[in-house]
């Protein structure tokens, strides 16, 4: 594969503890592949909502959308929650407490992240596709070109957490979990404004990039959709846009109002998605959905997406923004998952902090 050198040097594994004993080999190469978000999941990680720089205001809507979310998810699976400190996990078990949680399938871990979307600085979990062995790939996080300082430490996230039983892949790359979505069979999706964008990778071309997604997750078929939606300050990540929902299925949001900002580069991601093809070269099945009416807090506009939806085991978790489109969303998503649950939750206020469901989570395969 035609990485980098300055890659190649640390494109080994390393046990979570930092000795030297290493082992020669891309994940890909070994056997290993990114599994698809409706697979079976042994856990959930997500990150408290603490930091007053983003969550001024709107703390307690924040804290009241993770109360709902993880009391969905403690139902079907284990959910590992970070905090940064004693003061923190008081707060999350007081809502937590009173709620219908499970708290049997929770554990807190004392962490500090610097904000809650653990999606794009936490672990990408791989799994073998021979011995089902899960390991994780460990990508660089600059929080989004270096626009938030207060935000940086979450890099340091992935090493601190209980992953020391897994096998660990290190890359110098930086890549955000949201920025990419798979098919769990050798397709990806994701954006030229984001990954393309100078203050990631500015050394990497269009094509290194490639090859790094394929060495490290085990795809084999990257799709480049164009750019983002308004109020998105990832500078545009996939998860707002274009998400798998089967193997050559994908929903995607379609801005209806030709004067909305997000009219005309919606449309070119639909010409692009109509023209693409899953890594067997079958074309993909496209599934639109709704765009929710613009909506601004404090005089900024939110990047409010049905696509932020989190599949777990059994239910699927969707945004909702109190519109009309809401039922619209909820019923064409119940329609692609017809053997899970799906369940909306309000996001207003969590959205407030440039993400959603999706952005605030991160499976961890079975």
Not at 25 to 49: C, D, H, I, N, V
Not at 172 to 197: A, F, H, K, Y
Request: aromatic share 8%; with cysteine.
């Amino acid at each position: 594969m035609a990485i980098p050198e300055r890659e190649k040097a640390r494109s080994v594994w390393r046990p979570h503890e930092k000795t030297m004993t290493q082992a020669a080999g891309f994940p890909a190469e070994l056997g290993y592949r990114m599994p698809a978000e409706w697979e079976k999941q042994s856990a959930m990680w997500m990150s408290w909502p603490y930091n007053l720089e983003t969550w001024d205001g709107h703390l307690e809507g924040a804290e009241k959308a993770f109360t709902e979310i993880i009391t969905h998810l403690s139902h079907v699976e284990h959910v590992h929650l970070l905090v940064p400190d004693a003061a923190i996990e008081k707060r999350a078990k007081k809502n937590l407490e009173a709620s219908p949680a499970v708290p049997a399938n929770i554990s807190i871990h004392h962490i500090e992240s610097g904000d809650v979307w653990i999606r794009d600085y936490g672990p990408i979990f791989i799994k073998h596709q021979k011995t089902d062995e899960i390991a994780w790939t460990d990508w660089e996080y600059n929080a989004y070109g270096g626009k938030w300082d207060d935000l940086l430490i979450g890099d340091s996230v992935p090493l601190q957490m209980p992953l020391s039983n897994l096998r660990r892949f290190d890359t110098r790359m930086i890549l955000e979990g949201g920025s990419i979505d798979v098919n769990g069979t050798g397709s990806l999706l994701t954006t030229e404004s984001c990954l393309l964008s100078p203050d990631r990778n500015p050394t990497l071309t269009k094509e290194q990039i490639e090859e790094m997604l394929k060495a490290y997750l085990g795809v084999t078929n990257v799709l480049w959709l164009k750019e983002g939606i308004a109020g998105d300050d990832t500078t545009g990540h996939v998860d707002d846009l274009t998400r798998f929902v089967g193997k050559s299925t994908v929903v995607t949001v379609v801005e209806e109002n030709s004067k909305d900002e997000n009219y005309a580069p919606l449309q070119e991601n639909l010409r692009r998605l109509q023209h693409m093809k899953d890594e067997q070269g079958h074309p993909l099945t496209i599934i639109p959905l709704p765009m929710p009416k613009e909506f601004s807090v404090d005089g900024r506009r939110m990047a409010a997406s049905y696509a932020n939806f989190l599949i777990a085991n059994g239910i699927v978790l969707v945004p909702t923004y109190a519109q009309d489109s809401d039922a619209v969303a909820l019923k064409t998503l119940a329609g692609c998952f017809p053997d899970r649950k799906v369940i909306g939750i309000d996001c207003r206020e969590l959205i407030w902090g440039y993400g959603s469901i999706h952005c605030a989570s991160q499976q961890q395969p079975a």
